[in-house]
């Protein structure tokens, strides 16, 4: 009989909407001899969908990439495309496209906070669950999500897969009438953020502490959504037509979806490495809110994830507010398009993190080629060193069910898309 | 307080688009025609997740219409009232936030209407193509017509 103690953990690959995964660990021991996050991302298949599509086809079908970060692909790619065109839009398309932002982030983390990972911090099962004991707490949050999908319905047409976005601005301006509702809705939820924020602070957040590099955008003058220099907070600062200079994507043999890497090392993007690059680029309402909280920024504990996410929600609400009230109604709400052969890039801040695209175009603006590198995708390998570190500081000798449901709540904290289903690790476990 | 609010739910995927189309065939019904928005409202939605719960919200009675796998044969129709929809799976809905989990989550807030009344019919897999099958589009017509009659029903009309 061998002295040595061998147990594999697998996580069958779940069939899911918008992604699917699983997980498997090999452990040896009590030490981890690997660990293998398999996710699979539709993008591949998409940059290849792109090529001979005109550029005014691009928007459309990159909006079809994810139900809930529709906005992300969208504003990426047009950027890209207006760089390629040599197009500047006008300060009243940027605007909107900021506003545009704010709905995806506001409806994207109101989700994950309220029905994804609160239950995991007050140690209920589901959100339905929780609901019971926190209904007033679940119902701020629907009321939330819907705001986020009521802005990106006010420029989309429509939340899911919006259509309103085009090349060079929107097809169609809000009228007067419109933004004076919606700048209600907004003003109205002020109060729900000042509380979410307080409410996440009480939350009993485990220490999940590691030293790791955070990347994202970075705006001389605001907090990054749709342009800015990628910077980290280990020194880096380039313009994002230099991504490929520093990053490097690279193919593992047990995953669809590729790996990226900073100068080798596995790195984090998203609303945590946001608010640690960005921090003083909050306003002062959040600022003030925050120092009546005992969390300090930057954080590197991933759980503080939900307070990060929690403060964005704050940010956009604010933002929203701010842009609305100054809003006039545009001569055009769209740049006059030329197209042109070129190259161009698009970085935008997607809510799980950086979204960064390449296209080439003919000079009759035909799609040559496309690259997308999707926030997912970047988390990968920073998901899976949290694990190796996280899960045996927690006890590799646990029962299955409490490892299962720890690596589940890590993983939970970068949002992947996986993460959409609250229980979706069926993990089998192997022991010899 | 709304008397009856029928809800298609759907996407632009093969079979899945069934909830909408039964909509068009019931905005056609003349019988349906007469009356107002305060005792009949008929709309549409895409894969609504946990916002079901607005559109369901000052309604006495919400008929729900959507595409079901449950595993049996592909055509069949279901009937599900109340909280026998919290029993079926969420295979067709968007993260996971689907039909099912939206009404578990009204419950447990006590949002629900008094009655919900989820129609369905079976599907086999999704065709991402915008073609409903042949199965499906008799299965449709059928569906309509019982609803329409379910519609009379609830409204105190007479039924055909």
Avoid at chain 1, 370 to 382: E, F, G, K, L
Avoid at chain 2, 142 to 156: E, G, P, R
């Amino acid at each position: 009989m061998s002295k040595h103690k061998t147990s594999t953990i697998l996580v069958p690959i779940l069939a899911r909407v918008e992604g699917e995964g699983a997980l498997e660990i090999r452990i040896r021991d009590q030490k981890i001899k690997s660990l293998q996050l398999k996710i699979y991302e539709p993008p591949r298949l998409f940059e290849k969908f792109l090529e001979g599509r005109s550029y005014n086809e691009v928007l459309d079908m990159v909006a079809r990439i994810c139900g809930i970060c529709p906005v992300a692909y969208q504003m990426s790619a047009t950027h890209a495309i207006e760089q390629c065109f040599s197009v500047e839009p006008p300060p009243w398309v940027r605007d909107m496209r900021r506003l545009f932002y704010c709905g995806e982030w506001l409806e994207s983390h109101s989700l994950h906070i309220h029905f994804l990972a609160a239950p995991d911090f007050l140690g209920f099962k589901s959100a339905p669950d929780m609901a019971k004991t926190y209904p007033d707490e679940i119902r701020r949050g629907l009321r939330l999500q819907a705001l986020g999908n009521e802005l990106i319905r006010f420029l989309g047409g429509r939340s899911v897969h919006p259509v309103g976005a085009c090349i060079g601005g929107f097809y169609k301006a809000p009228n007067l009438a419109q933004v004076k509702a919606l700048l209600e809705h907004v003003s109205a939820c002020v109060s729900d953020c000042e509380a979410l924020l307080q409410w996440v602070a009480t939350l009993a957040l485990p220490n999940n502490t590691h030293d790791f590099t955070c990347v994202s955008l970075r705006h001389p003058c605001e907090y990054p959504m749709n342009e800015g220099q990628i910077v980290s907070d280990h020194g880096l600062a380039i313009t994002i037509d230099r991504f490929d200079d520093y990053f490097k994507e690279f193919q593992v043999p047990y995953s669809n979806a590729l790996h990226c890497l900073l100068q080798n090392k596995p790195y984090l993007v998203g609303p945590l490495a946001r608010v640690n690059i960005n921090y003083d680029k909050l306003p002062s309402p959040i600022m003030d809110s925050l120092s009546h909280i005992n969390i300090h920024f930057p954080s590197k504990n991933m759980a503080h994830s939900i307070i990060a996410r929690a403060i964005e929600v704050y940010y956009c609400v604010l933002e929203a507010q701010r842009i609305l009230n100054a809003y006039v109604y545009p001569e055009t709400s769209f740049s006059t398009i030329q197209p042109s052969s070129g190259i161009g890039f698009g970085c935008t801040e997607a809510p799980r993190g950086l979204l960064w695209q390449r296209y080439e175009l003919d000079d009759q603006g035909v799609v040559k080629s496309a690259r997308i590198v999707p926030p997912t995708s970047q988390n990968q390998a920073r998901i899976e060193e949290d694990l190796h570190i996280s899960l045996q500081q927690f006890g590799l000798n646990k029962p299955d069910d409490e490892l299962r449901a720890y690596s589940e709540m890590i993983i939970r904290n970068y949002d992947p898309c996986i993460s959409c289903s609250t229980h979706f690790l069926t993990m089998t476990v192997q022991r010899t | 307080m709304i008397k009856l609010r029928v809800i298609g739910i759907g996407s632009p995927f093969g079979d899945d688009q069934l909830g909408w189309e039964v909509i068009k065939l019931l905005e056609k019904c003349l019988d349906l025609n007469s009356f107002p928005s305060s005792q009949l409202q008929l709309i549409c939605c895409d894969r609504p997740g946990l916002y079901l719960l607005e559109l369901m919200r000052d309604a006495n009675t919400v008929f729900l219409i959507d595409a079901v796998v449950t595993g049996a044969e592909c055509g069949t129709f279901h009937r599900f009232k109340n909280q026998e929809i919290e029993a079926i799976g969420n295979p067709l809905s968007s993260h996971a936030l689907g039909v099912a989990y939206a009404i578990k989550m009204g419950r447990a807030l006590d949002e629900l209407p008094p009655t919900v009344i989820l129609y369905g019919i079976e599907i086999g897999d999704i065709h991402h193509q915008s073609r409903l099958s042949t199965l499906i589009i008799q299965a449709i017509k059928t569906l309509s017509k019982q609803i329409t009659n379910d519609i009379l029903q609830c409204l105190d009309a007479p039924v055909e």
